[in-house]
């Protein structure tokens, strides 16, 4: 598979953190209502095993990380370091969503670290989804998963089978998926009041990019149905779509969702 190494030199992150002989389940929460909401929390993923600290050195190193990351914040929307050395190395990074300016991303990724002591305590491997950024962090050696592997979808409690949506949302995906490559890992549009939204995690190169939101694409159609909105979260990407009857509105917005489910 084609990658872009990232900002730091460690292997990319294929190894995640969702699998269920690993994680606990998720905590499910519907998607943030507007785009101001872009703080509210999606779903978060947290390692069953304990991190084992005795001597301290890995809380040192988890701390450092998170305060490289959230600095980082303030002037990127994706970053991904390590801290720590040898066995006791912790790797992370953030993504902050395309659409966000860096006040916005910084005032999101700021909110994890605290967040994922309160949800997951002190755990080997963490991730943390908000409506408009994500985090993660891994003990370095931590077990490795596909990087199409679905983290989480939600599919709104609507449906408009019969009204000619499908064909518009498929139009709409299938723009999405060329979108996302031209676009370089982002890309946003609206067409005959679908609204669609796509992204990649930051060093994952065009043409992987591109399969991973075709993969999410695919089981959304699936998952969802003729549900009125939908959002998927894969490993390294994700994709969302609502559609607004009305038209779309100026700043975009999630229709009430109320079936959600992980893997």
Known sequence: MEMKMGISSFNPFCTLLLSLAFFSIFTLIPPAQ???DY?????KGCAKQALSDPTGVYTQALSALFGSLVSQSTKARFYKTSSGSGQSTINGLFQ??????NGDCYNCVSKIPQIVQSLCGKTIAARVQLYGCYLLYEVSGFAQISGFEMLYKTCGSTNVAGS???ERRDTAL???????????GFYTTNYQSVYVLGQCEGDLGDSDCGECVKN????AQVECGSSISGQLYLHRCFIS???YPNGVPTRSSSPSSSSSSSS
């Not at 703080?39 to 779903?43: E, K, N, P």
């Not at 999410?216 to 089981?219: E, K, L, P, T």
Request: hydrophobic share 30%; charged share 15%; glycine share 14%.
């Open 39 to 43: 703080t509210s929390l999606v779903y």
């Open 216 to 219: 999410a694409v695919q089981r």
């Open 164 to 166: 000619g949506f499908e």
């Open 34 to 36: 507007s785009g101001s």
């Open 96 to 101: 902050c969503r395309g659409d966000l300016s």
């Open 174 to 184: 299938s723009v999405l998926e060329n979108g996302v490559v031209s676009g370089h």
């Open 241 to 243: 779509y609502s559609y």
